[in-house]
Nanobody, 129 residues
Framework: QVQLVESGGGLVQAGDSLRLSCAASGLSISNRAMGWFRQAPGREREFVAAVSQYGSNTIYADSVKGRFTISGDNAKNTVYLQLNSLKPEDTAVYYC??????????????????????WGQGTQVTVSS
């Protein structure tokens, strides 16, 4: 049984940093693309970042490029999302997702929710101004 469990969310002020974690079980993050999405109240879920299988490639949404960093620790089977220079508009529930086996990242792949087969329950990030 596959499980993705996010943690690390919280209430912070604008300009602060957070690190989100996604602990995976039932699959290996080393041979799957992994992604982060977020959903703000009243808005659709949107792509944030993804890392390819074996960690060879990362992609980011324009709104977070240069501020957020996705990474993975294969030994811990955990994916991270480092959030720096947070803004109020980053407030959302952040979801971790595991892509369908064999899916690449880049050239348009890895940015759609339909590319992902497993999802976590989400962790709330709230940024106050």
């Amino acid at each position: 049984q596959v499980q993705l469990v996010e943690s690390g969310g919280g209430l912070v002020q604008a300009g602060d940093s957070l690190r989100l974690s996604c602990a995976a079980s039932g699959l290996s993050i080393s041979n799957r693309a992994m992604g982060w999405f977020r959903q703000a109240p009243g808005r659709e879920r949107e792509f944030v970042a993804a890392v390819s299988q074996y960690g060879s490639n990362t992609i980011y949404a324009d709104s977070v490029k240069g501020r957020f960093t996705i990474s993975g620790d294969n030994a811990k089977n955990t994916v991270y999302l480092q959030l720096n220079s947070l803004k109020p508009e980053d407030t959302a529930v952040y979801y971790c997702a595991a892509a369908y086996y064999g899916l690449g990242v880049g050239s348009g792949l890895g940015v759609s929710q339909h590319d992902y087969s497993y999802w976590g329950q989400g962790t709330q990030v709230t940024v106050s101004s």
